[in-house]
């Protein structure tokens, strides 16, 4: 069996962060390994506060896991703070973990902040260690310094200003656009665009897609499949599970 770790938040919800990566790993047939870097009270609708968990006890909790277990792959979410970004990659890289997938979760739908300011340089300098990242709009501005993205052009300029700060691969998440949600894809060479469906529902239903999305990237990858195939194969697994959701 394969190996994914999640280094996420909490939410007592079970539609976000750790809570929602487990059942993706359980769902997709891989070991879920979980470190949490933040605790959140919260429910589908919104968020109330936040407490991060200190850098050092980041670090024990992964450094505990990787004297038994073979990491296949790793998911990163909210991390709440530069600190802990920075511990996670100082022991990824001591450790030479592979198969990184980064959703750079800095702010909740319902505008609560989860990440401290000094967070965005902290993500800027983790891209050359990560295999892909998956902002949604307003994250891929924040990350590249470009104004506000609102269409297709400005996902593709964002995702090549990211490609160029080190990120290997960059999926820049459509799900915000006004017209029909268009993920860009871009790995330095080519863009490609992953066409999705418009879904109707209550905002409940729709918490924690981008976890998620990312978790399932990282259990296909962890699984051997090519990085636009998890691609491809975790779009369509969120599909479905927010068909199946209420
Ligand atoms: N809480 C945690 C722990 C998360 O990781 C995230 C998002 O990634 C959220 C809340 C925000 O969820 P949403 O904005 O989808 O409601």
């Given at each position: 069996?394969?190996?994914?770790?999640?280094?996420?938040?909490?939410?007592?919800?079970?539609?976000?962060?750790?809570?929602?990566?487990?059942?993706?790993?359980?769902?997709?047939?891989?070991?879920?390994?979980?470190?949490?870097?933040?605790?959140?009270?919260?429910?589908?609708?919104?968020?109330?506060?936040?407490?991060?968990?200190?850098?050092?006890?980041?670090?024990?909790?992964?450094e505990s896991l990787l004297k038994?277990?073979?990491?296949?792959?790793?998911?990163?979410?909210?991390?709440?703070?530069?600190?802990?970004?920075?511990?996670?990659?100082?022991?990824?890289r001591e450790h030479h973990l592979e198969k990184v997938v980064?959703?750079?979760?800095?702010?909740?739908?319902?505008?609560?902040?989860?990440?401290?300011?000094?967070?965005?340089?902290?993500?800027?300098?983790?891209?050359?260690?990560?295999?892909?990242?998956?902002?949604?709009?307003?994250?891929?501005?924040?990350?590249?310094?470009?104004?506000?993205?609102?269409?297709?052009?400005?996902?593709?300029?964002?995702?090549?200003?990211?490609?160029?700060?080190?990120?290997?691969?960059?999926?820049?998440?459509?799900?915000?656009?006004?017209?029909?949600?268009?993920?860009?894809?871009?790995?330095?060479?080519?863009?490609?665009?992953?066409?999705?469906?418009?879904?109707?529902?209550?905002?409940?239903?729709?918490?924690?897609?981008?976890?998620?999305?990312?978790?399932?990237?990282?259990?296909?990858?962890?699984?051997?499949?090519?990085?636009?195939?998890?691609?491809?194969?975790?779009?369509?697994?969120?599909?479905?599970?927010?068909?199946?959701?209420?």
């Amino acid at each position: 069996m394969k190996n994914v770790l999640t280094i996420a938040g909490a939410d007592p919800s079970g539609g976000a962060g750790i809570q929602a990566d487990l059942s993706v790993f359980a769902a997709l047939g891989v070991r879920g390994l979980s470190v949490i870097t933040a605790l959140t009270a919260q429910n589908r609708r919104e968020v109330y506060s936040t407490r991060n968990v200190s850098a050092d006890f980041v670090a024990a909790q992964i450094e505990s896991l990787l004297k038994e277990f073979r990491v296949d792959a790793v998911k990163i979410g909210m991390t709440g703070s530069a600190k802990n970004i920075k511990t996670i990659e100082r022991l990824l890289r001591e450790h030479h973990l592979e198969k990184v997938v980064f959703d750079p979760v800095m702010r909740s739908t319902s505008g609560h902040g989860l990440l401290n300011r000094p967070g965005i340089k902290a993500i800027r300098d983790i891209l050359p260690i990560l295999t892909l990242i998956t902002p949604n709009l307003s994250e891929a501005a924040s990350i590249s310094g470009l104004p506000d993205i609102d269409d297709i052009k400005g996902m593709e300029e964002a995702a090549s200003t990211i490609h160029s700060m080190g990120a290997p691969s960059v999926l820049v998440k459509g799900g915000h656009l006004q017209k029909a949600p268009v993920d860009v894809f871009f790995d330095g060479k080519r863009f490609y665009h992953f066409q999705g469906r418009r879904l109707k529902g209550k905002k409940e239903r729709f918490h924690g897609t981008g976890c998620v999305l990312s978790a399932s990237i990282a259990a296909g990858l962890a699984k051997g499949s090519k990085l636009e195939k998890a691609v491809q194969d975790a779009k369509a697994f969120l599909e479905k599970t927010l068909a199946e959701r209420v």
